[in-house]
């Protein structure tokens, strides 16, 4: 993707650099590809839960050092903490030129008021039992290293990649249940201060749905993430949409191969 895109906001959420699961070449093959006027990291880019001396690799370094050259170059880069990096909220509404930290966001797009925030103060199960979240944070992580070792093989035997934990987050139907109350809980007070946009991560659950109720309606968004969806949101031109990085390097090789027949 060598063909710099410039949209006026990039959201990016869940990242969890510092784990085995995080795909730190693609973001940053991704973000060689933006120079947006606003880069809003909304929670989770770097995994501090489960942080580990032993493992934080230069490709991971080098994604973090890519924000900060953004930051230098006239991108406003917004960190809005997450519960995997919450020690960072001890710096909330710090700045640092063109960086700052906060734990929510409102900005005026268009005419319309937009609310970001990361999305884990609605989860209940975090902060009743954050140990259990955290464990259940170090199986994620397991489960995608045994993902990424049987989509090798499945490579190998010339099938598909399969993923294990959309599997089993469709076979459970409370986790189906907690998605959608995420979503209601978000957009119905969204909807009752007055947003248009309402704009989380979290959940890992790439969206773009309109939301509606008696009091009004609002569109909820949310960036996915960099584990397995590899989404992130943009907004261009009065419009929100999602990109998805496997789809925007199939799009920049067709590009580009047809600029080759052409030269040719």
Known sequence: MSRKRKPEIVVISDVHLGTFGAHAAELMDYLESIQPKKLVLNGDFIDIWQFRKSYFPKSHLEVIKKIIDLSTKGTEVIYITGNHDEFLRKFSDTQIGDLRITDKLVLELDGKKAWFFHGDVFDVGIHKAKWIAKLGGWGYDLLILTNRLLN???????????????????????????????????????????????????????????????KGTCLYLNSGDWV???????????????AYYHQLKKQSEKTFLAAITVVK
């Open 152 to 214: 090798w093989v499945l490579i190998k035997m010339g099938k598909r990649k399969y993923s294990l934990s959309k599997k089993i987050k469709a076979s459970v139907k409370n986790a189906g249940k907690f998605i959608a109350n995420f979503e209601k809980t978000v957009s119905d007070l969204a909807i009752e201060n007055g947003y248009k946009y309402v704009i989380c991560g979290h959940i890992h659950q790439p969206k773009i749905i309109r939301k509606t109720n008696k």
């Open 228 to 242: 397995e969806n590899l989404s992130a949101l943009e907004y261009e031109n009065k419009k929100w949409n999602l």
